[in-house]
């Protein structure tokens, strides 16, 4: 079993429609929950961070963790073409050496 | 500000040749990190350079290492490359100490034929 399984996708929906990317995990030690975005051809870049359970929101994204049900979410609220790309969920444990990453999920947004 | 930059943008090999990609962190930053992205399986954590020390690598064999320079700077070098080794690397930084949020370059693409 993978530390962190996320579905690839890809994920097509029109655009103004609300999207949920998920990602479960099995290492109850993770502290740290991240969410990326990856545009084609390009490095992936930190969209949001969450320390522990509890929501947070940042302006059409918000990100939830349930550590009970070691389970995390990104919504994308008013879904633009421009957030097409592939996000990719990451975590890691305080103290832990390294991030691990998702496979990543590929969602298009059509106009 | 200047983002982390990784030279060069692409590469082909034959496979049995050494490859060596490099990567400049972002200015007082002083952890880097390798990962490989290979298509369909998302980012494999090869190594982090933490102060000019290797501090962990990840699954990968040894022909896979690094070095990180006293300006932080860092190069990955793969040898005896296998075909299986094709894939994009990616370089990201961080400050020391810093818990989440790395910064990556754009990757290294990496070929081998």
């Known amino acids: 079993q993978k530390e962190v399984e996320q579905d690839p996708g890809p994920l097509s929906v029109p655009e103004g429609a609300i999207v949920s990317l998920n990602c479960t995990y099995s290492n109850s030690a993770f502290q740290y929950f991240m969410w990326y975005r990856q545009y084609s051809r390009k490095g992936p870049e930190l969209l949001m961070y969450?320390?522990?359970?509890g929501n947070k929101e940042d302006g059409r994204f918000t990100a939830q963790v349930d550590k009970s049900s070691k389970y995390i979410s990104l919504f994308i609220r008013d879904s633009q073409p421009s957030d097409s790309a592939t996000y990719l969920c990451?975590?890691?444990?305080?103290?832990?050496?390294?991030?691990?990453f998702g496979a990543g999920t590929r969602l298009f947004v059509k106009a | 500000e200047a983002g982390v930059t990784q030279s060069p943008t692409h590469l082909i090999k034959t496979r049995g040749q050494q490859a060596t990609l490099r990567c400049s962190p972002i200015s007082g930053h002083t952890s880097v990190y390798w990962y490989q992205q290979a298509l369909g399986l998302g980012l494999q954590f090869l190594l982090w350079y933490d102060e000019g020390e290797e501090r962990n690598r990840g699954n990968f064999p040894p022909r896979f290492s690094g070095r990180q320079f006293p300006n932080y700077s860092s190069e990955l070098n793969v040898n005896a490359l296998e075909l299986e080794d094709s894939a994009l690397y990616l370089c990201a930084s961080s400050p020391t100490g810093v818990e989440y949020g790395y910064t990556f370059g754009s990757g290294t693409r990496l070929t081998v034929v």
């Open positions: 990451a975590m890691r444990n305080t103290g832990g050496f390294k991030t691990i």
């Open positions: 969450t320390y522990s359970s």
